[in-house]
């Protein structure tokens, strides 16, 4: 979910600088999973295609894609 400083709320702001060391004033993208950890953190843009390639790669993930087949 694509998002700027602005559109979060207090309480989210207040979240990713307390639990993700996160500072308004800088870019940054995370990857966070469904535990709560940061699996990926960018400072830069990321092509969409490299954030499928790390969550595929992930163990469920790979247990959602084996289930399909």
Do not use: C, Y
């Not at 700027?4 to 990713?16: G, H, I, M, V």
């Not at 870019?27 to 490299?50: C, M, N, S, T, Y």
């Amino acid at each position: 979910i694509e998002r700027t400083a602005n559109e979060l709320s207090a309480a989210d702001r207040l979240f990713l600088k307390r639990h993700m060391s996160w500072e308004q004033q800088t870019f940054v993208v995370l990857l966070i999973g469904k535990d709560g950890g940061v699996k990926f953190r960018a400072h830069q843009p990321v092509a969409p295609e490299q954030l499928f390639r790390l969550i595929d790669s992930m163990p469920m993930r790979q247990q959602e894609i084996k289930n399909r087949g």
